[in-house]
């Protein structure tokens, strides 16, 4: 099977991030034919029981996200480099 090439560099942090999301749903949607090791498991059990502890230390996703294209943002001020959005 032949996959079109995509160049990275050409999508803007914006894009990026969508299309990180798009590969993230798709492994969700098939989440049955992934297995975890054991110590991954116990890892996702110890910071669930982290969460029922003090669940108001969650951070929603959107809260994350916005942070991350704020430093992004920051970084190319700093460096003269244009926003890639």
Do not use: K
Request: net charge negative.
């Amino acid at each position: 099977m032949v996959y079109p090439s995509l160049d990275l560099e050409r999508l803007t942090v914006a894009e990026r991030l969508q299309l990180i999301e798009q590969v993230w749903d798709s492994l969700r949607q098939r989440a049955d034919v992934l297995t975890l090791s054991a110590d991954e498991y116990a890892l996702i059990e110890a910071r669930r029981a982290e969460h029922r502890a003090e669940p108001t230390s969650a951070v929603e996703w959107e809260s994350v996200r916005a942070e991350l294209l704020r430093d992004q943002d920051a970084d190319d001020a700093r460096t003269d480099a244009p926003t890639r959005r």
